[in-house]
């Protein structure tokens, strides 16, 4: 199967500020995939990139395209939600569904109508009075309509409250997603969405730290809970990252197999969260030495 | 909880135009884009319309402005007076319309390419396959072609209602009974006002391709861009060289083409004849107006060279300039 993103050595700065240094990746049909990374990280510089929104410097194939030189016949194939707010304040509800239909030639307007009447959002309102959660709702509605072979979504539930959080994951992996379809999300609230991720994307100082599926997590990294006088022994096998939870020692190793480490104490899988923090610290000081 | 029906406005198209468009996605796509800058600045119709309507109520209430000299009635009659008359307040009626058309249009223009960048909602049109040369193509289209012909066409139905109110009025003895329906000095008049927009449009086209290309390029404050960099371009040209080519430039721009045309002498013939009550048909003299020569005005391509440059200098600017978050 093609790789529906393959990124080489992507490179860019702004002014003197790397964004991305030398960062590769490649992204399968029909995966889920987080981009996370810190504030600031170059995650949302990686999505322009693959959007064709910035240049760069590096080798980037979208859907088998060039996103610098085919922009206008990706955009065919792929919809983005850029940030919760960008519907123009103008637009009627009606007017929004007349023009994506206008413009794209797949968009299921049924479908969108489908959405929408789900909601509490009136064909005849204007963006400017809808809440924020509303348009949010609005454009999920348009966008899940078209018929996109990748969908981008950049932190694509900031701002909004748990409730409308909920519901757009959940409309997200319920109504749209299927195998032929690979949906690329960028957040830096990973507790959130654990469990909707096929793979995960760490990035932090414009270099990707991890790069992995969701499988692959469990036969790479583990997490004990070490009693404390197994401690100068865990060290002993190295862990890249230890920390203390309530007076107990909880240390993430990678590469070693889960049965070595049982007799130290507790074992288990570290969550996306754990590792993602796990993976920053260490890059943090890393970074400092 | 509301149960929404879709109701399109391009439902309101004849079923063959609508399967038409649907097999012809560019076209469909075009004809959106145009809808869309009619949906998002209302007041490129509202104005006109705005004006066009109060002029018609100005002929249902105008009384005693016009005072005929009773004593006087046998010019007053003279077939070519009349036709003069008629003339005139077409041109009378249009010329606002055209004024506010300019006005509306050169805000248009200012805002057309800012204004999504202002609301950060480029980036969802963006994210639709509109390729950058369309969006900036539609706005021109507006601008040059669009709005103007539906200006035109209001001027053209306005003038009728007008005329046709008057009558009216004057039928029952309300007004004095002035404007004479005169089918030949309709068309031409009509025809002639259609010339003038067509050549003013191409002559002022390099002010819309600036005021464009300001919009697609200031990071804010356009209007800022588009008065004081003129201003002090001449006031820094007039101190540094002690010359004043920009302002000649611009004030060449402004009026330069109605000279080879010959609409002043016409005109100004128009106006004298009334006014002397000279028995010269306005009608008549439009046969003084040359076009031709305004067409082949070396300037009137140049400038519309240089409206093509400014707007392939919007569209790079929409597709590269990376200021978008």
Known sequence: ?289 | MSSPTAVSSSERLPPAAQAWLANHPSVRMFWTLLRREFWEYRSLWMAPLTVSALLLLSALFTHGALQIDASEPSEWLDPQIKSSIFALAQWGLTMPLYLVMLVVLSMYLVDCMYAERKDRSILFWKSLPIGDGATVASKLCVACVVVPLGTFALALVTDVLFTLVWDLRALIGHAPALLVWDTVAFLKTQALMFLGLVISILWYAPFFGCLLLASAWARRNVYLWVTLVPLLAIIVERIAFGTHHISSLIAYRSGGIWRSLHLESALAGSLTSVAQAAIVSVPALYDRVRIGPALTNIDLWLGLAFTAACAYAAVWLRRYRDDSY
């Open chain 1, 1 to 289: 199967m093609t790789a529906v993103i393959e990124a080489r050595g992507l490179t860019k700065s702004y002014h003197t500020t790397p964004a991305l240094e030398d960062v590769s990746f490649t992204v399968g049909p029909g995966r889920i995939v987080g981009l996370i990374g810190p504030n600031g990280a170059g995650k949302t510089t990686a999505l322009k990139a693959i959007l064709g929104l910035t240049r760069f410097r590096g080798d980037l194939r979208v859907l088998g395209l060039d996103p610098r030189a085919s922009r206008d016949e990706l955009m065919r194939e792929v919809s983005f939600i850029a940030d919760v707010a960008v519907l123009p304040r103008w637009l009627r509800v009606s007017q929004a569904l007349e023009l994506v239909a206008g413009v794209h030639t797949r968009f299921d307007r049924a479908r969108a109508m489908e959405f929408l009447r789900r909601t509490d959002i009136r064909l005849r309102s204007r963006v400017r009075e809808l809440s924020k959660g509303m348009v949010t709702q609005l454009h999920l509605a348009l966008i899940l309509a078209i018929d996109a072979r990748l969908l981008v979504l950049d932190e694509p539930t900031l701002g909004l409250d748990l409730l409308y959080r909920r519901q757009f994951y959940d409309t997200l992996l319920n109504d749209y997603f299927d195998k032929e379809r690979t949906i690329l999300v960028t957040t830096h609230q990973v507790e959130e969405v654990e469990n909707l991720f096929t793979d995960v994307i760490f990035i932090n100082r414009g270099r990707v730290v991890l790069d992995s599926s969701v499988e692959g997590l469990a036969d790479r990294f583990v997490q004990v809970t070490v009693t404390p006088d197994n401690a100068n022994r865990a060290r002993e096998l190295q862990p890249f990252y230890e920390h203390e939870v309530f007076g107990r020692r909880v240390m993430v190793f990678e590469g070693r197999a889960a049965a070595d480490l049982a007799p130290l104490g507790e074992v288990r899988t570290p969550s996306i969260a754990d590792l993602f923090v796990a993976k920053m610290e260490i890059n943090k000081r890393e970074a400092a030495a």
